[in-house]
């Protein structure tokens, strides 16, 4: 089992800058793929970044250039630092681990508000 915990959300006007941290803990060696993903109300969930253990990453068109994930390895820790952020950036953000490159995410962390209002 793995157990993820988000913290770092907030309110921010727009141009603003947060930074999202997932700490993993448990059986973290298994995990291969951590992400975040996010949900604005009344919308389905999407990926919004994803980092492999390998260091590769994945981010959506609609954050590319303004959000950037990575990883403390010594610290078990995922970040998710967004910059310029925008009205449409508001959403619950959760942090996701899978122990693999492909398919479902097996674990989900509770998720961390971000309002981005002026």
């Known amino acids: 089992q793995v157990q993820l915990v988000e913290s770092g959300g907030g309110l921010v006007q727009p141009g603003g800058s947060l930074r999202l941290s997932c700490a993993a803990s448990?059986?973290?060696?298994?995990?291969?793929?951590m992400g975040w993903y996010r949900q604005a109300p009344g919308k389905q969930r999407e990926l919004v970044a994803t980092i492999t253990s390998g260091g590769s990453t994945y981010y959506a068109d609609s954050v590319k250039g303004r959000f950037t994930i990575f990883r403390d390895n010594a610290k078990n820790t995922v970040y998710l630092q967004m910059n310029n952020l925008k009205l449409e950036d508001t959403a619950v953000y959760y942090c996701a681990a899978k122990a693999s490159s492909v398919g479902k995410y097996d674990y989900w962390g509770q998720g961390t508000q971000v309002t981005v209002s002026s």
């Open positions: 448990g059986s973290i060696f298994s995990i291969v793929t």
